[in-house]
């Protein structure tokens, strides 16, 4: 397995666990989009985190156009680098530090852009690499953390005795994300772990009808 470790709460925070469960089975890997000057600082950061637990560290830099959209960009080039360098090492997955808050956001996110069942189910515990490296074979992407919230991943690198990066760009307005996690932390009233349990059974029920759509076909 490889973890995607970016410096942030969240995957310092997956990094900690998984040192903590799996011990000398996992590599990591740390993703520099070249998108901010601190941030060749905080790939050397997470590898010096991995140096003194002794796990397997590579930073992979790319270049993310800034035409467009740059989420979508990086998102891409990001997952292209993760997907080359699992192939190297033949990994057979890679996990992600993404939990319940992320999860209630991109709910929301859909909701408002008019999506169906299958984009409402939101983000899956396991789908596959959107960008798997030429010629390699399917790559399984894992989100162990969905049933996590962000203040307990906080406590986990706090307990570490670890200090976590502040991405500018998770409180930038330009970002649709960033509004709505502004607004959803306003709302008291809105309980982003019960949001994050309906992406949960959107996600069963579209795959009920997928099973059912499939029983169907082949009779």
């Not at 930073?59 to 190297?88: D, K, M």
């Not at 406590?155 to 502040?166: K, M, N």
Request: hydrophobic share 50%; charged share 20%.
């Amino acid at each position: 397995v490889g973890l995607a470790v970016s410096g942030g709460p969240d995957s310092l925070a997956l990094l900690a666990l998984a040192h903590a469960a799996l011990p000398g089975k996992f590599a990591v890997a740390t993703v520099d989009h070249g998108l901010r000057d601190d941030s060749a600082d905080e790939a050397a950061m997470v590898a010096a985190r991995c140096a003194e637990l002794g796990v397997p560290h590579r930073t992979l830099a790319v270049e993310v156009s800034r035409l467009g959209n740059l989420s979508a960009a990086a998102r891409s080039a990001r997952y292209a680098a993760l997907g080359e360098w699992a192939g190297e090492l033949g990994l057979a997955a890679i996990a992600t530090a993404h939990h319940a808050d992320d999860q209630a956001e991109t709910l929301l996110l859909r909701l408002n852009r008019g999506s169906g069942l299958a984009g409402l189910a939101a983000m899956r515990p396991r789908t596959a690499l959107p960008e798997p490296g030429p010629g390699s074979p399917a790559i399984a992407l894992l989100r162990p953390l969905l049933g996590w919230r962000k203040a307990d991943l906080i406590a986990v690198v706090a307990g570490a005795g670890w200090i976590a990066v502040d991405d500018p760009s998770n409180a930038d307005p330009r970002f649709d994300r960033a509004r709505l996690r502004t607004w959803l932390t306003a709302n008291e009233a809105l309980d982003p772990a019960r949001i994050a349990a309906s992406a949960g059974h959107l996600h069963e029920a579209a795959d009920a009808l997928d099973w059912a759509i499939t029983r169907e076909l082949a009779e």
